[in-house]
C-alpha cells in the first residue's frame, strides 16, 4: 500500500542488506495488515463475496509483474530500480513519463492514510466506548509522524521485519479459527466463483487488489545495497507478491465468510471488519488485532512520510519545487521544511476531502488514482521485458518468460483500468472518471516533457533522482 523508503542522499552502503532484510523490505512496504484492513470491505463494495477470486486475479497480476522484474534484475542492479530498465528499454521521454506517475502517486498515498487510519482507529475505540471524532485522531496522528520524521528516527528493517512477521501471524491466527468454525454459515466456494454481475464486478475490485501490492516494486531500488542483487532482488520480488498474495486471499475469504457470503453488506459498510471478526470468533484475541492494525497503519505512515518528505526535498534541490523545501536542519539532519511541507498538504486533502466524502471514501477515491498512476508502470515494465530480451539479451530470450507472460500480465493489469472506466460499464461516480483523471495527467506530462525541450535532459535526470535513487 505503501511506496517506498527513502533517505537524503549520499554515497550507498554496499553489502549493507541480508537475503533476509531484503525480503522483509519488500513485503513491509506495502503494509499487507493494513492493505487487508482497509482493501477488503472496500473489494467487497465490487464484488461482493467475490473479493478472495478479485484477489486472486490481482496476485497473478502482480507475480508476472514479478517475474519480468526478476528477469529485468538479474542483469542490472541500481538505486534507479525499475526506472533505469524502463529508461534503458525505452528511453529518456518514457522514463520521464514514469518519473511523472510515480510522483503523482506519492502525492495521494499520505492524505489517504490518514484519513483511513483516523477512522479506523475512532471505530475501534468506540467499540471500546471511547467517542472521538476521527479527524481529531488523524490530527494527532498527523503531529506525532511529523514530529518522528523530523528527529530523523525510522524503523530499521530488522525491526520491521519483527513487527511484520507478529502482524501476520496474528492476522493469519484469527482467519484460520474463522475458517475452522465455518464463519456465519458454513464454508463455501461462492468467494472463488465469477460474480452474478460478470467480470465487470471483478475489474473494480482488483483495484483495490492491485493497490494492496504497490511498494513492492520499490525494493528493487536497493540493488546497490543488497549483498548479492542479481540472486537477491527476485526472489525478493517473488516472496513479497506470494506471502502477500496468500494472506491477502485467505484472508479476505475468511472475512467473507465470516460476514457470510449472503450478508456481504455487513463487510462492506466496515470500517474494522476483522475486529468484528475477533470480538464474533476469538473474543480473547480481539485487543492483538487491533493493535495489529495499528502498528501497521502507524509503520506505514512513518515510512511513506519518510519516502514523500525526501522526494519533496530532491525536486526542491533540483528547482522542481521551490528550494525553501530543500533546507536541512542542522541540529537533525532532515529536510525540515519538506516534511513540514508534506505534513500541511496531506492535512488540507485529508480534511477538505474527509468532510466532503468521508473518510473512506477518501482512502478510496486517492487510492483508486494511485492504481491507476502505477498501472501504466507495471505495464511499462512488462513493455521493458520484451524490448531487452529481443533486442541486447536475445541470446537468453525464452518466448514463454518474454512475449506470453508480458502480453498476459498487461492484458490483466490493464482489465481495472477499463472496467472502471466509461467504456468498461456501468460503475459509479466518481470511479468511472478516475481513470481519465490519471490518463489526463499522464498527457501533460508528455506535453510538459516536450515544452521542456532543451532543459528536458536535465529536468528527466532531476525527476528520477526524486522519484528513484533517493530511495532505499
Known sequence: MGLMAGTSGGSLRHNALTATDVVAMATAT????AALYFNTPIAASFAGAQVPFAFILST??????????????????????YYSWIRSALGQRVGFLVGWLVLAGSFMVVPGVYAAVGVYVATILARYGVDINWLVIALILLVLVTAVNILGAR???RIGLVILVAELVIVTVLSIVVVAKGGAAGNSIVPFEVPSGGFGAIGGAMVFGVLSFIGFEAVATVGEEASRPRSQIPIALFAAVIIGGLFLTFGAYAATIGFGVNHISGLVGNAAPFDSLAETFAPGFRIAIDLAGVTSFTASLLLTTLAVSRI??????????????????????TPVVAIVGEG??????FVVLGIWVGPMNTYAYLGTVLTFAMVPVYILILISTVIVFTTRLKHLFNPILHVVLPVIGAAVVIYPLWALSPFGGPESVPYNFLPLVVIIYALVGIGVSFALRKRFAAAEASIARAAFEESV
Open 312 to 333: 519533496y526535498y530532491a525536486m526542491a534541490r533540483d528547482r522542481l519545487l521551490p528550494a525553501v523545501l530543500a533546507t536541512v536542519s542542522p541540529r537533525f539532519g
Open 30 to 33: 506495502y503494509a499487507p495488515t
Open 60 to 81: 497473478i497480476a502482480m507475480l508476472i509483474v514479478a517475474s519480468c522484474m526478476a528477469q529485468l534484475a538479474r542483469h542490472q542492479a541500481s538505486a534507479g530500480g
Open 344 to 349: 500541511a498538504l496531506a492535512l488540507v486533502l
Open 155 to 157: 524503523p530499521s528493517v
